[in-house]
């Protein structure tokens, strides 16, 4: 029997084509795409690829071929196949890096929906490494919608920070958020790289109500950036309020790549709802 070389085991390949993979030894696909398919070209991309996730072939952070590999096995326009491609990271099959390719999507990230947990241990609770990049951290004169948010003055100081959390080095999370000084008079004086602001805030009294809002939006350049993802990778924007009795202690926007996130809760259907503030 022939032995692979070092540099043929360190490939995936798309029937007879192979594309590097860093740093990854993953098992060669033994299934050529079928001479006849049917069903739109690029529909037929996808289900090829996804079947070869499935059977466990091209495991998660394998870097999958490039456009013009797979457009040249399926014989159809590298347009066709970059469809394919946008698509199955839109689902979450894939995620991708500018300048580097796209990859097999790592499990998504599980984040409670009904209660506030720092994302450092949500990270760690799947085994994986926090890190935490501070971008902005300073103090703001409260707007008319802030003062009014947080029952202060217009112009009265409040505190901002904005910071991209991790994991295994990989961002999950954008964080904007503005902070009541009278809750957390040294809110700036923190290390946000070693604790993070729910952590820290939890340590000064009990969070006693927390309103989530959700919406799906599009990322704009500087998320992008931020994020490491493109203009098509749709994002899951959670709009936190946090009370602490009847003070307001933060107002948040979490931003996550729809590819990396899974919101889940549960709760009785028989507890009492209570309606969003107007």
């Not at 241990?121 to 948010?149: D, F, M, N, W, Y």
């Not at 505190?159 to 503005?178: C, F, K, W």
């Not at 805030?201 to 350049?221: N, R, S």
Request: proline share 8%.
């Amino acid at each position: 029997m022939k032995k692979e070389s070092p540099k043929e085991r360190n490939t995936i390949s798309v029937g007879n084509l192979k594309d590097p993979v860093f740093g990854k030894d993953t098992a060669r696909s033994k299934t050529m795409p079928p001479k006849e398919q049917f069903g739109a070209p690029y529909q037929n991309i996808k289900n090829y690829i996804i079947a070869r996730i499935e059977a466990g072939e091209w495991m998660p952070e394998t870097r999958i071929p490039s456009e013009n590999h797979i457009a040249s096995t399926f014989g159809v326009s590298r347009g066709t196949a970059h469809r394919a491609l946008r698509e199955l990271t839109s689902e979450g099959y894939l995620v991708g890096f500018q300048g580097i390719g796209r990859f097999v999507a790592k499990t998504k990230q599980y984040a409670p929906l009904l209660e506030v947990k720092p994302i450092s241990q949500e990270i760690s609770e799947r085994g994986e490494a926090h890190s935490a990049k501070v971008l902005l951290l300073t103090q703001e004169s409260a707007t008319p919608e802030l003062a009014l948010t947080f029952g202060l003055n217009v112009a009265s100081p409040v505190y901002r920070s904005t910071i991209v959390h991790r994991a295994n080095g990989r961002p999950v999370q954008l964080a904007e958020r503005y902070v009541n000084p009278q809750f957390a008079p040294d809110y700036l004086k923190q290390d946000f790289t070693e604790i993070t602001p729910s952590e820290y805030l939890f340590k000064l009294g009990t969070l006693t109500e927390v309103e989530h809002i959700i919406e799906a939006v599009l990322p704009d350049d500087g998320t992008q950036r931020l994020l490491s993802i493109d203009a098509t990778e749709p994002c899951l924007l959670i709009h936190r309020t946090t009370w602490s009795n009847a003070m307001v202690v933060t107002k948040a926007r979490l931003l996550y790549p729809g590819s990396r996130i899974q919101l889940g809760g549960r709760f009785s259907p028989m507890s009492p709802a209570k309606p969003l503030a107007p």
